[in-house]
């Protein structure tokens, strides 16, 4: 099983039309985020079915398949890691941090984050997420900040907390809006944990940071927060 084998399958499902749409729909133009990912349009659900083919995938296979130009191709190989995440921790963790440069959008990273970096680091010490906060690299940022989700679901939130103060004064949209998703998360587990954060850092938060994170407010909490911010 090679990872030719996951690319010819690939492109068996490959989508001109779509492709066009999901060029556009992750800012793949010149000075955007996205610039210079290619796209072949294979939907989410499709490379799910893939992954579940090629599940048995060697780790040195879906390696190569990461460093492909193809978007669908990476993806795919970060969800057949995540599959085989539970048998191999360590390899697949270590892979994963020595080829974040080809984890560089946002759906690469919300689907893989958490599952791998979060995971394997839920017992143990987190100090590579603060160098990742602090990374030059906007998607080495949001891994730091959706590796947490992981921990969130285990009700522990301090590292969340944390990063999000990091990120407060990051100045890129898909920042803003990672932490904001991060603290709602928290929010929804323990508003009043989420109230003190709002609390203490309303004033420097960025009004996207601020609108995700109080989604689930009421039409009341949310217009006192705004109009305080």
Same mark, same amino acid.
């Given at each position: 099983?090679?990872?030719?084998?996951?690319?010819?399958?690939?492109? #068996?499902?490959?989508?001109?039309?779509?492709?066009?749409?999901?060029?556009?729909?992750?800012?793949?133009?010149?000075?955007?985020?996205?610039?210079?990912?290619?796209?072949?349009?294979?939907?989410?659900?499709? $490379?799910? &079915?893939?992954? #579940?083919?090629?599940?048995?995938?060697?780790?040195?296979?879906? $390696?190569?398949?990461?460093?492909?130009?193809?978007? &669908?191709?990476? /993806?795919?190989?970060?969800?057949?890691?995540?599959?085989?995440?539970?048998?191999?921790?360590?390899?697949?963790?270590?892979?994963? !941090?020595?080829?974040?440069?080809?984890?560089?959008?946002?759906?690469?990273?919300?689907?893989?984050?958490?599952?791998?970096?979060?995971?394997?680091?839920? $017992?143990?010490?987190?100090?590579? !997420?603060?160098?990742?906060?602090?990374?030059?690299?906007?998607?080495?940022?949001?891994?730091?900040? /959706?590796?947490?989700?992981?921990?969130?679901? $285990?009700?522990?939130?301090?590292?969340?907390?944390?990063?999000?103060?990091?990120?407060?004064?990051? #100045?890129?949209?898909?920042?803003?809006?990672?932490?904001?998703?991060? /603290?709602? &998360?928290?929010?929804?587990?323990?508003? =009043?944990?989420?109230?003190?954060?709002?609390? =203490?850092?309303?004033?420097?938060?960025?009004?996207?940071?601020?609108?995700?994170?109080?989604?689930?407010?009421?039409?009341?909490?949310?217009? =006192?927060?705004?109009?305080?911010?």
């Amino acid at each position: 099983m090679k990872h030719t084998d996951v690319i010819k399958e690939l492109n #068996k499902l490959a989508d001109k039309k779509k492709a066009k749409l999901l060029a556009r729909f992750f800012k793949t133009g010149k000075g955007q985020y996205g610039y210079g990912d290619v796209f072949i349009g294979v939907t989410v659900p499709k $490379q799910r &079915e893939v992954v #579940k083919k090629f599940s048995d995938l060697p780790i040195s296979e879906s $390696q190569k398949l990461l460093k492909s130009k193809i978007h &669908e191709h990476r /993806l795919t190989a970060l969800l057949i890691l995540v599959k085989q995440f539970e048998e191999n921790q360590e390899k697949i963790f270590n892979l994963y !941090l020595k080829n974040t440069k080809y984890i560089n959008n946002w759906d690469l990273v919300d689907l893989s984050a958490p599952n791998i970096v979060g995971e394997y680091l839920y $017992q143990k010490p987190r100090k590579i !997420l603060y160098k990742m906060a602090g990374s030059k690299s906007l998607w080495e940022r949001r891994i730091a900040v /959706l590796s947490t989700f992981y921990f969130i679901r $285990q009700e522990d939130f301090k590292d969340c907390l944390k990063i999000a103060e990091i990120l407060l004064e990051d #100045k890129h949209d898909l920042i803003h809006k990672a932490v904001g998703w991060m /603290l709602r &998360e928290v929010g929804k587990r323990d508003k =009043k944990v989420l109230v003190q954060f709002l609390n =203490k850092h309303l004033k420097k938060m960025p009004r996207t940071t601020l609108r995700y994170s109080i989604e689930r407010f009421s039409e009341k909490e949310r217009q =006192k927060f705004l109009s305080a911010h």
